[in-house]
């Protein structure tokens, strides 16, 4: 690929620096393109040896990466800016990791015209079946976004979505993982508790689940007319969700993802 010539560095290669710089290698981006910081020294050496990538300072990272994609948590981020902002050339592309921060906290501690592009991936980037939802701040252009996503594009899907549904995106799709394991943890206890042996309940659970994730990706449907179709008159499926509805599952769900979406806000105003 064309712009794989690019040298980009992870800077705080924490979980989701470390998924990114995973599929950039398994993508076939080259290790010597690859650069990673990261605070703690067994950290560094655990990235290093992990995956041969070279492992330095934050100014060393910045002076010779064309990519600096920022991934540290979101209450490090003015430090770190206060840090490397002045190094960082005007032109250099800043992708930010970090969940919450609009652009507008990069541009407002980097050099005028720095273009920042904001990602929210996911966890699935370990086995390449990301979400990765990318927004340009206000000096990223096409070409910036496009690189973005040749970048994230070997972690799963992508799409574009204006900045301002981000912290929506962070709500949904970002915590989105978590919500999925909580119900599976769920459904296994209750294969317990209806007598059958946990790893058979896991296996039916998990294989359920795939089977399903495949249908709505693959089929096109809405979601409720696949659940009609399992979903039989006076039979066993509408019992089960008279009672999920009944305990107000779908209103659950929804107050969950207004909490996550508000402490994304919350953790912005905190890092400001």
């Given at each position: 690929m064309a712009r794989q010539v690019h040298t980009v560095a992870v800077i705080g290669a924490g979980k989701i620096g470390e998924l990114m710089l995973s599929g950039l290698l398994r993508s076939g981006w080259p290790v010597e393109r690859l650069l990673a910081t990261a605070r703690r020294p067994a950290r560094a050496r655990e990235l290093a040896d992990r995956y041969g990538v070279r492992v330095v300072d934050n100014?060393?990272?910045?002076?010779?990466?064309?990519?600096l994609a920022v991934s540290v948590k979101p209450q490090d981020a003015a430090a770190l800016l206060?840090?490397?902002g002045p190094k960082v050339p005007a032109g250099k592309l800043v992708i930010s990791l970090c969940a919450g921060l609009p652009t507008a906290f990069f541009n407002r501690r980097l050099p005028e015209g720095t273009p920042v592009v904001r990602v929210m991936t996911n966890t699935p980037a370990l086995v390449d079946e990301a979400m990765s939802a990318i927004s340009a701040g206000a000096y990223a252009t096409g070409e910036h976004l496009a690189l973005a996503e040749e970048m994230f594009s070997p972690l799963g899907s992508t799409v574009r979505v204006p900045e301002s549904q981000q912290d929506a995106v962070t709500a949904l799709s970002g915590s989105g993982p978590a919500y999925f394991y909580l119900l599976v943890e769920a459904m296994i206890d209750a294969g317990i508790l209806l007598g059958l042996p946990r790893q058979v309940a896991h296996e039916l659970i998990v294989q359920t689940?795939?089977?399903s994730a495949v249908m709505l990706r693959d089929s096109g449907e809405h979601p409720v007319k696949l659940r009609e179709a399992?979903?039989?008159p006076a039979g066993t499926t509408i019992s089960a969700i008279r009672e999920l509805e009944n305990h107000g599952v779908r209103a659950a769900m929804l107050a969950a993802l207004e909490a996550a979406r508000d402490r994304a806000r919350q953790?912005?105003?905190q890092a400001d």
């Open positions: 100014l060393t990272a910045v002076a010779e990466a064309e990519v206060d840090e490397i689940a795939i089977g399992v979903t039989s953790l912005a105003a």
